[in-house]
RNA sequence: GCGAGUGUGGCGGAACAGGCAGACGCAACGGACUUAAAAUCCGUCGCCCCAAAAGGGCGUAUCGGUUCGACUCCGAUCACUCGCACCA
């Protein structure tokens, strides 16, 4: 404190400054102390608990959800802009009546744990509760409005007991099993991965080129909900087009036959070759046939052959190409002759059977037909081995293509020739013609295949969930009793550089009894992947403490599905599949009513920094624990919320943050300017401001326009579109016209009214995204009760109009010149007052008008020759 | 190769049921206040022509089309980003 009018003083930072409004003293202006307004009002909160919410089927809910993170230990800009979104949906949603669910957790299980144990000697579980407790404060920091009574970490036993029923779930229902298989092994990793964790052949987590492996490994048969998976995409109109695509391309459905190529004798109990193509159409076009190096025949089709040798040592060149180089489109095919035949189903004329590079023995049926004329692939394979080509579809327009005019396969369509019965149709109706007649002739049959595989969810590590079964020498494999749950995964473990499971070493853990024949057996040490805890924790929040149930019938029934989910577009393919095909799998199990658990997703873009993603080993990390200590939460929020359309890449600018902090200051100074004033009208903050609207000076009037404009553009960019960005800008605008109002019109004359009104509103609007300092300056005009739980404003669509409206002139399509007239005025009216117009006689003097277009309160447009 | 998306000032971005291009913010420049600075406030701010103003011309990746009128719709092209990719 500390001078008086009399006696003017130089205010230092923190000291309370005389404000002057009027020519007299009205108040004393509080600074901006974010620090201690943002601490404060997050302790009031956690107190009073306002972010807590119950499952009340009388109220309309709003299930808000994040993607939860991985417990790095630090918070990063990613996250700040996840959950800024987040925030402002639920806190917006909660203003507009909704019981609203926003909860948060931690996907805790995964590999980094156990490197920090095998790297530092810090077992994995103190390692990631320590991390969880780091980033839990930081994420208070930031002033969300979570439920913090439902988090939850997939690390837990009371969270990994119920991964484990859910999986012994699948188990029973036949969508669970163990089988041998070639998997992607990452040796960096020391473990197995899933399909859609192998990106270019390479693991996702650490980028080593994937090896392939033959191991025991347990499966969930995704497959088998490869077509409803497919389908339902169109159930979600409320999900972007580029992640329903990417999961269409991923799932990557093919619709074709199967078909018989005979053996002339039975070898080693094959008397077939099974082949798979999508154009069967081509059938006659067949000059020889391709088996994968893999292909179970291959080894009998070796047998007394005289160039064993060479064709094994094919094979083994092959085999050992690493994954990339096996599936590059870069990689040259090549092939080699087994000197043996098959018969042609259609024609029963012989057809050589190769070993080719290119035949991938887990599409399909490890082995295709070769029709080099109309496939590239064969094209090729046949030029370089002089295998002959045929010409089984003729184009439309051209004469008579010929084999040996070929630069290229023909691959469009066009009309069969030379295939007996077919010649002349066109070869779209022969797709389902011969496969009718292959159907007939007991040959053959429409197939419909999938490129996406059954889910490899095994590890052979250790800091996962353990996978709940017993292997018994008598009983085989034996599901742990629903009683014995959780199969607790042990502590005290010693990590070997090895990257072994601990869990092999541990006696204790792996030597169990049996619970069918109680004899002596072992558990399972593979854990599960991590993305089976995240593909149902949106589940669990529903009922998060229940000791009784993954989750309760009445809560999920209740608050699913998610009406908004937000996260990052990586998780496009893995995550959100996955979880998909759970709902899918405990809708069929009758354990939920949905069987999508996504309404609504939205993908936020990255958060670049000199147009490339942040990171460590780039150095060009923004620390959020940084930028919130200086500039506080609710300028981080505001930034991140104002500089780009949330799906789209963000690029950070630290000078954007000073102009975000300046924007909180220029509202902060605007509340304590008319603070007194206000106070002075009525202590009673916001019943609906009653104004006369006919009553309103033209400045008046102006303002009320403005501000109800502005809750308009506000409700609908936060409700509708989420343009969060477009919403803050138009806050920005308000203000703006408040302080322009506030210097203009003289202080006597100022509608306080009006003005309390619009601050009001302000504050109201500007919570979501800045929730610290609207609860203290609401606090500060005298609000009763906590922002958050206020209505969110409405606006009254009579105050939106405008006495006149600017016009634009425009002749042949350029603008000469604006016009003010009155609001709906109509076309002919219009039409007359700007013909008159002076500068408009000018621009069509001596020229002939041939047309004038008017659009009432908008323009007109004068065509002249 | 296939599929999806993006392209607007010095920068981030607005505006698309077709109707004032550049809202809002950042940066920059000029001014006020100050002993000075910071903060704050007031102006200017797409490019070009003209000494300046008045005025005019050109401008939303490129070329073309539809229209009285196109950043917006249609066709082609280019660039970049992402996804899938020897899937038969």
Not at 63 to 68: G, I, R, V
Not at 831 to 840: P, S, T, Y
């Amino acid at each position: 404190m500390g001078g008086t009018a009399e006696e003017p003083f130089r205010p230092n930072r923190g000291d309370k400054v005389l404000f002057f409004l009027g020519g007299s003293i009205l108040a004393m202006e509080e600074r901006y102390d974010f620090q201690e307004i943002e601490q404060k009002w997050q302790k009031v909160w956690e107190q009073s608990a306002i972010y807590g919410v119950k499952t009340d089927p009388a109220k309309p809910k709003y299930y808000c959800l994040e993607m939860f993170p991985y417990p790095s230990g630090q918070l990063h800009m990613g996250h700040v802009r996840n959950y800024s979104i987040g925030d402002v949906v639920a806190r917006f949603k909660t203003m507009e009546g909704f019981n609203v669910l926003h909860p948060m957790g931690w996907d805790a299980f995964g590999l980094p744990a156990e490197n920090a144990a095998i790297k530092h000697g810090v077992p994995p579980a103190q390692w990631t509760t320590e991390n969880i407790a780091n980033m839990r404060s930081q994420l208070k920091a930031m002033g969300l409005s979570y439920d913090w009574e439902r988090e939850i970490a997939s690390c837990y036993p009371d969270y990994y007991k119920w991964t484990q029923w859910l999986f012994l779930q699948l188990y029973k229902a036949n969508l669970a099993y163990k089988k041998k298989a070639n998997v992607n092994w990452c040796p960096s990793c020391a473990t197995v991965l899933a399909n859609e964790q192998v990106v270019d052949g390479a693991c996702e987590r650490c980028d080593s080129v994937v090896e392939k492996k033959a191991l025991e490994q347990w499966f969930f048969r995704i497959t088998n909900y490869a077509q409803r998976l497919l389908d339902d995409l169109d159930n979600l109109p409320g999900w972007p087009d580029k992640v329903k695509t990417m999961q269409e391309n991923w799932i990557g459905r093919s619709e074709g036959a199967e078909m018989d190529f005979a053996l002339p004798e039975t070898m080693g109990g094959f008397d077939k070759i099974r082949v798979y193509t999508t154009r069967q159409d081509t059938i006659f076009g067949v000059t020889y046939l391709v088996l994968a190096p893999e292909h179970p025949l291959v080894e009998e089709l070796l047998k007394n052959n005289e160039r064993e040798d060479e064709i094994r040592a094919f094979i083994s060149k092959v085999l050992n190409l690493s994954e990339i180089d096996r599936t590059s489109t870069e990689t040259e095919k090549e092939g080699i002759f087994t000197g043996h035949y098959c018969l042609n189903p259609m024609t029963g004329e012989q057809v050589a059977i190769w070993i080719g590079n290119y035949v991938l023995v887990d599409y399909g049926t490890g082995a295709v037909m070769g029709v080099p004329a109309h496939d590239q692939r064969d094209f090729e394979f046949a030029n370089k081995y002089n295998l002959p080509i045929r010409v089984v579809i003729q184009p439309e327009g051209i004469a008579d293509l010929k084999a040996e005019d070929m630069d290229h396969a023909y691959v469009d369509k066009g009309t069969l020739v030379n295939s007996d019965a077919f010649n002349g149709m066109p070869n779209e109706d022969a797709l389902g013609a011969i496969a009718t007649e292959l159907e007939k002739l007991g040959k053959g049959s429409r197939k419909i295949n999938f490129r996406l595989r059954d889910w490899l969810i095994s590890r052979q590590r250790y800091w996962g969930t353990p996978i709940p079964i017993i292997h018994c020498s008598t009983c085989g494999e034996v599901p742990v009793p629903d009683e014995q749950l959780p199969v607790i995964l042990p502590d005290d473990v010693e990590f070997k550089p090895s990257g072994e499971s601990p869990l092999r070493s541990r006696l204790d853990f792996l030597n169990c009894q049996c619970p069918q024949c109680g004899g002596e057996a072992q558990r399972e040490t593979d854990t599960m992947d991590t993305f089976v805890c995240s593909s149902w924790y949106f589940l669990r929040y529903c009922s998060p403490k229940n000791e009784h149930e993954a989750f309760a019938a009445e809560d999920v029934d209740y608050w699913m599905n998610v009406d908004q989910y937000i996260g990052g577009v990586e998780h496009a393919i893995l995550h959100l599949l996955y979880a998909r095909f759970f709902t899918k799998v405990f809708y069929d199990l009758k354990l939920v009513a949905v069987d999508e658990p996504f309404k609504n997703l939205l993908t936020q873009g990255m958060v670049l920094m000199d147009g490339a993603k942040m990171s460590k080993s780039k150095g060009n990390v923004v620390s959020p624990e940084e930028i919130i200590s200086r500039y506080g939460a609710d300028t981080a929020r505001l930034f991140i919320l104002f500089a780009a359309p949330p799906e789209r890449d963000l690029e950070w600018s630290d000078r954007g943050v000073e102009g975000a902090h300046r924007f909180l200051h220029r509202v902060w100074r605007l509340v304590q300017a008319y603070q007194p004033s206000l106070r002075q009208v009525t202590t009673l903050m916001l019943q609906p401001a009653d104004i006369n609207l006919s009553e309103l000076n033209k400045d008046d009037k102006e303002l009320l326009r403005q501000i109800n404009y502005t809750v308009k553009k506000v409700t609908e960019d936060v409700g509708q579109r989420f343009n969060f960005n477009t919403a803050v800008s138009a806050i920005m605008e308000l203000v703006n016209a408040m302080y322009i109002y506030k210097e203009k019109v003289p202080a006597e004359q100022q509608n306080l009214a009006l003005i309390k009104d619009g601050i009001g509103k302000l504050i109201l609007i500007l919570a979501p995204f800045a929730p610290h300092i609207c609860e203290e300056l609401w606090q500060i005009v005298g609000g009763k009760g906590y922002v958050y739980q206020q209505s969110w404003p409405s606006y009254n669509e009579k105050a939106l109009v405008r006495d006149e409206v600017e016009i634009v002139v425009q002749v042949n399509g350029k603008v000469r010149d604006r016009l003010s007239v009155a609001n709906g005025l109509d076309a002919d009216t219009l039409k007359a007052q700007v013909l008159e117009n002076e500068r408009v006689q000018s621009f069509i003097d001596g020229k002939n008008v041939v047309k004038v277009i008017a659009v009432p309160n908008k323009l007109v447009n004068i065509v002249v020759k």
